[in-house]
Each structure stands twice: as structure tokens, then as C-alpha cells.
């Protein structure tokens, strides 16, 4: 059976015509829906500009405790975290003379150990200042001489914070700083900057700089040593106008927020407007809006595209079995 060239050519491009709009839809299907955004209002809170860090607890001031005399301990009557006032006994000990002299007298009887105990008295170890056992590096019984440590007092616990020289300019006396610890995370503490120090010293090939932070309360779970993380509060405002950072963006040196205009065609329109501090979330709107303005911001929420135009090319296709 013949078919006419004319039916032939007209064949072709039907199928071309066909192929052409299966393509267009297949290609309008495939391309990304035109950016979204929300309505937001601004909010009012507080925000902060911080100086984010590290540090350790350590001790204000750490002292250590030796005896006068070398000798034998005899008794202990501190344990580690107890509080102290100065002048109390920490510990009595025999020197050397008088263990050796008490030794010979046990051998004579009770009555010639209890004479001499009385007649040789023993050697006390007081606090030097109010403060708390942190160390006790002694037991009864052991022997010690004048340059080994028995116990270490501090006066009080604080946070040391190692700031870097590039935020070292920004700290000052007496602003305020929140605390937390790595084996505590649940537990936070305010505390003030009290002491920046003036040396700094290397590490790991930057200059860092010491900042003693005085806590308002020490729990008992703070333990010298400790991790801690640091935030230095350089400035903070409460009931400022608040926007997220991405609903506002910057275009040749001027600050804008995106609003609904309008003029249906345009869709939306540029507010400019005046920003202060920013805090990484959230960035405070000094002039330019209210709290009744509406903003739109890009709704970041991803969304996978429908399946518009058919298989996957690139998925595992069922195999046609031949027809016989």
C-alpha cells in the first residue's frame, strides 16, 4: 500500500508540532516556582550584642597551705569544700623530734606515751584567710616536710575568659556576662567583668587576652578547672523593633526591607530603613517602620517540586518483554 508524499510531509510535522508542545510543558514543569515570601510584622524584645568566648573556673586567689616544721600527721580535721574562716585548724602534726620521742615512749607503756604527749604538745596548721578547701594532699599518718603542700584555700571561685585581641577593645569594666558550663549545660550564670589583664599570651598563633568575670553566685557544682562558655554582653536594649537579619537586605550602602505595593503588577516595593545593633538572628529597626508595618520576607521553606512531566529519565525502567 503507497502513501501520498504530501500525507507523508504532513505526518511529520504534526509529530513535530506534538514533540515541540510536549517539550514546552515538560520544560515550563521542570523550572522552579517564582520566589515566595511571608508577612511578617516586626516584634518587639530584647537584643543583645555579645562577645561569644571560652574560659575556665579558677580561683581568685589560690593558696597554698605548708607546715612549719616537718613531722608526722596526726590528725586532719578539714575535708575538701569546706569553708574556713582564717585562724582555723586545719590539721595537727608531730615534728619530726616529737614523732620520733613518742614512737620510743609507746614502748615504755601508756603512762610514759600519755606523759610525753602531754609535756611535747603537737603542731597545728591554720589558715592563713577566709576561703574554701580546694586540695587536701595529706592523709594521717604520712610524713611531710616544710616545702610540700597539705591543703590549697581559695577565697572564692571565679571565671577566667580568654579573650581574643580583636575583641579585647570592646570589653570593659563592669559589663555584664553569662556563664555556663560544658559539664553542665542546663546551668547558667550571670556574672560582671571585673579585671582585664594587660599581658596577653599565644595561642595557637593568636593573642589572647585574660578576663577575670566575678559570678553573682557560685553553685556547688562549680569545681576549679572546669570548661565554661562565656558571653560578654557589649551592648543591650530591651522593647526594640525587631526584624530577622533576612528580611532586610543592603544595596549601595543603604539598608531596604521588601513591602507589598500597591500596584498589583509590581507586587512589591522597597522600604528603606535605619538599623542598630544585630545579633546574628535578629537586627533592631530604628526608623523606617512600626509595629503595625508589614513586611514580606523570602519563605526559606523547601518544598520538592511535583512530578509534572513524567517519569524520571534517570530512574530504573521496567523492561518490555518482546511480543512473541
Known amino acids: 500500500m503507497k502513501v501520498s508524499r504530501n500525507k507523508l510531509v504532513w505526518?511529520?510535522?504534526?509529530?513535530?508540532?506534538?514533540?515541540?508542545?510536549?517539550?514546552?510543558?515538560?520544560?515550563k514543569g521542570s523550572q522552579p516556582a517564582g520566589k515566595q515570601f511571608a508577612e511578617i510584622?516586626?516584634?518587639?524584645?530584647?537584643?543583645?550584642?555579645?562577645?561569644?568566648?571560652?574560659?575556665?573556673?579558677?580561683?581568685?586567689?589560690?593558696?597554698?597551705?605548708?607546715?612549719?616544721?616537718?613531722?608526722?600527721?596526726e590528725e586532719i580535721l578539714v575535708e575538701e569544700g569546706r569553708l574556713v574562716k582564717k585562724g582555723v585548724v586545719l590539721a595537727m602534726l608531730s615534728s619530726t623530734e616529737r614523732a620520733a620521742l613518742l614512737d620510743a615512749a609507746k614502748l615504755?607503756?601508756?603512762s610514759e606515751e600519755s606523759y610525753w604527749n602531754n609535756v611535747y604538745k603537737k603542731t597545728a596548721v591554720i589558715?592563713?584567710?577566709?576561703?574554701q578547701v580546694i586540695v587536701r594532699s595529706v592523709d594521717p599518718g604520712q610524713t611531710v616536710?616544710?616545702?610540700?603542700?597539705?591543703?590549697?584555700?581559695?577565697?572564692?571561685?571565679?571565671?577566667?575568659?580568654?579573650?581574643?585581641?580583636?575583641d579585647i577593645g570592646r570589653v570593659k569594666i563592669g559589663q555584664k556576662a553569662l556563664i555556663g558550663l560544658d559539664a553542665y549545660p542546663d546551668i547558667r550564670v550571670t556574672g560582671a567583668v571585673e579585671h582585664i589583664y594587660y599581658e596577653s599570651h599565644l595561642q595557637n598563633n593568636v593573642n589572647i587576652y585574660n578576663v577575670d568575670i566575678i559570678p553573682d553566685r557560685i553553685p556547688d557544682v562549680f569545681r576549679s578547672g572546669m570548661s565554661a562558655n562565656i558571653k560578654i554582653i557589649v551592648q543591650e536594649k530591651s522593647g526594640a523593633l525587631?526584624?530577622?537579619?533576612?528580611?532586610?537586605?543592603?544595596?549601595n550602602g543603604k539598608t531596604y526591607v521588601r513591602q507589598?505595593?500597591?500596584?498589583?503588577?509590581?507586587?512589591?516595593?522597597?522600604?528603606?530603613?535605619?538599623?542598630?545593633?544585630?545579633?546574628?538572628?535578629?537586627?533592631?529597626?530604628l526608623d523606617?517602620?512600626?509595629?503595625?508595618?508589614?513586611?514580606?520576607?523570602?519563605?526559606?521553606?523547601?518544598?520538592?517540586?511535583?512530578?509534572?512531566?513524567?517519569?524520571n529519565p534517570f530512574s530504573p525502567q521496567q523492561q518490555r518483554r518482546p511480543k512473541p
Do not use: C, W
Not at 511529520?12 to 515541540?20: D, H, Q, R
Not at 589558715?127 to 576561703?131: F, Y
Not at 616536710?145 to 580583636?166: C, G, M, N, P
Open 145 to 166: 616536710t616544710t616545702s610540700d603542700s597539705l591543703f590549697v584555700l581559695s577565697d572564692r571561685l571565679i571565671v577566667k575568659a580568654f579573650v581574643d585581641e580583636t
Open 108 to 110: 615504755q607503756g601508756k
Open 242 to 251: 525587631l526584624l530577622p537579619v533576612s528580611a532586610v537586605q543592603n544595596r
Open 288 to 311: 523606617g517602620l512600626t509595629d503595625n508595618s508589614l513586611v514580606l520576607m523570602p519563605d526559606t521553606s523547601f518544598v520538592l517540586p511535583k512530578n509534572k512531566a513524567g517519569a
Open 41 to 73: 510584622h516586626p516584634s518587639r524584645g530584647t537584643i543583645r550584642l555579645v562577645i561569644s568566648t571560652t574560659g575556665a573556673v579558677e580561683p581568685q586567689n589560690r593558696v597554698k597551705i605548708q607546715s612549719s616544721v616537718g613531722g608526722r600527721i
Open 127 to 131: 589558715a592563713p584567710m577566709d576561703g
Open 260 to 285: 507589598k505595593s500597591d500596584d498589583a503588577e509590581k507586587g512589591k516595593r522597597y522600604q528603606q530603613v535605619e538599623t542598630g545593633l544585630q545579633d546574628g538572628t535578629n537586627i533592631e529597626i
Open 11 to 27: 505526518g511529520v510535522v504534526v509529530s513535530v508540532l506534538v514533540l515541540g508542545i510536549a517539550g514546552f510543558f515538560v520544560f
